[in-house]
């Protein structure tokens, strides 16, 4: 079990490009949550998606990020028209159920860099 | 959401136990509490989880009062390699949404 997988580990944009952030779930996980850090700072929450169904996206800004969990395929964060305040470190959990605390697991994260 | 409030920073030597308290005056009767560590460039990892007394398992120990509003996650005989930050988070056993914090950064000196 390879547990959550993100890619890239590192990605740099330019200024108004967009990113486009990936994870893959545990086996048997079907809850993906998506998390923002910046540097020196706690996780915030920015969304949770079951298989093609957003459940929570209270933590995401309204503006150019979006998510998506299709039916096959990793969980996919979009940002479009990156800004430098956009920079930071972006991490993926997956559970087997709701709300299961002992399920989260946690990716080792995506490092966005905006130039 | 319960909020938590840590230490920001704690130092400690190798083999010493550590403990390190968390806040959380405004706990709810369903709330859990939930440590997790995280290293430099990696995902925060579950560490230990309970809801009253004392709970153990083979990295730590958690304690928590009768009235719940804080808890002490105790490390034993630390090592350089559990220099990491340490979060305390609480919330219901449904609650999808951590509330992480800033974490208490614990480094261990030899």
């Known amino acids: 079990n390879a547990g959550v997988m993100q890619n890239p580990r590192h990605l740099v944009r330019r200024r108004g490009q967009e990113a486009r952030l990936r994870c893959s779930p545990m086996k048997g996980h079907s809850h993906v949550y998506w998390y923002r850090q910046l540097p020196e700072e706690g996780l915030k929450f920015m969304v949770y998606l079951q298989k093609e169904n957003i459940i929570d996206e209270s933590g995401m800004p309204k503006e150019r990020f979006s998510a998506e969990f299709p039916k096959e395929g990793p969980s996919i964060l979009r940002i479009q028209q990156v800004v430098r305040g956009d920079s930071a470190a972006y991490f993926c959990?997956?559970?087997?159920?709701?709300?299961?605390?002992?399920?989260?697991?946690f990716g080792s994260g995506t490092r966005l860099t905006v130039v | 959401l319960a909020k938590t409030t840590q230490p920001i920073s704690m130092d400690s030597y190798e083999g010493q136990e550590v403990n390190i308290t968390c806040s959380h005056n405004n706990i709810a009767t369903n709330d859990y509490i939930t440590w997790y560590q995280q290293f430099p460039s990696q995902g925060p990892r579950f560490i230990i989880q309970g809801y009253k007394t004392k709970v153990t398992n083979e990295v730590a120990s958690l304690f928590i009062p009768a009235d719940r509003k804080s808890s002490t996650l105790s490390l034993p005989r630390v090592s350089l390699s559990d220099t990491a930050v340490y979060y305390c988070?609480?919330?219901?056993?449904?609650?999808?949404?951590?509330?992480f914090g800033s974490g208490t950064k614990l480094n261990v000196k030899p």
């Open positions: 959990a997956s559970s087997p159920v709701e709300g299961s605390n002992y399920g989260y697991t």
């Open positions: 988070l609480v919330g219901d056993i449904d609650f999808n949404k951590f509330y």
